[in-house]
């Protein structure tokens, strides 16, 4: 059986090597890897500065991905691969919302539901502004920019999509709590397998989107808040 998983572009994308490919490891390892660790030493001053660098970030690595001549940009801005992938989305997020839900009320039933009860008006700017802007702007970082840069640098793609997981659990550390960084390992391991059967922005920015407003909306937005950080 292959440990290969289904890819659109496979055929038309060869391998990096050489002394090219020692120059990207080195960079997704400082970008992905070693800048989650700088900036957890400074995150008390950075706190408030969380969704401005995601912003500049993603347009930023998104201006990148614009002008690379081999990058699939049809396929990237695909909307209908997010009408085609929404059954399977909803599936996969049914049963662990459910279960996560009855574990917030069960252990920490002052959290359930205190965010929109409490402040109504900001949970419905947060439902509007983070799937459109902090979900989308974070996968064309994790996902877009990460798979165009550093996709053909494995040979198994099992070994990439929990390497993609495992950096995008890293910036999650910046919460010092373990909480964020587990769950976005999961999360990050999910949305990393959709971008991989789509290549599409919109499906899996909907995904994160869908994800994130839940976890705000059920009890656990404190783990991922960083107005908590001290």
């Not at 910046?174 to 971008?195: D, E, W």
Request: charged share 15%; glycine share 8%.
């Amino acid at each position: 059986m292959s440990n290969h998983l289904p890819s659109l572009d496979a055929a038309h994308v060869l391998p990096v090597t050489g002394w090219r490919r020692n120059g990207r490891l080195i960079e997704m390892l400082l970008i992905f890897f070693v800048l989650p660790g700088v900036l957890i030493v400074f995150r008390t001053h950075l706190r408030m500065m969380v969704m401005p660098l995601v912003m500049v970030g993603g347009l930023v690595l998104g201006n990148i991905l614009a002008k690379a001549k081999d990058f699939d940009r049809r396929a990237f801005l695909s909307f209908r691969s997010l009408g085609r992938s929404l059954p399977r989305i909803l599936l996969v997020f049914l049963p662990p919302a459910c279960l996560l839900t009855a574990g917030v009320y069960w252990f920490d039933r002052g959290a359930f539901l205190g965010f929109p009860m409490t402040h109504f008006k900001f949970w419905l700017l947060v439902m509007f502004f983070y799937p459109l802007v902090g979900a989308t702007l974070q996968e064309v970082i994790f996902r877009g920019f990460f798979f165009h840069r550093y996709e053909r640098l494995f040979a198994d793609s099992w070994v990439f999509l929990l390497v993609n997981a495992s950096s995008f659990a890293m910036f999650h550390l910046f919460y010092v709590n373990p909480v964020a960084p587990t769950l976005s390992f999961f999360g990050g391991l999910l949305f990393a397998y959709r971008y991989r059967q789509t290549r599409s922005l919109f499906a899996v920015a909907f995904e994160h989107g869908l994800w994130g407003g839940f976890l705000f909306t059920v009890g656990l937005g404190p783990f991922f808040w960083s107005g908590a950080i001290n």
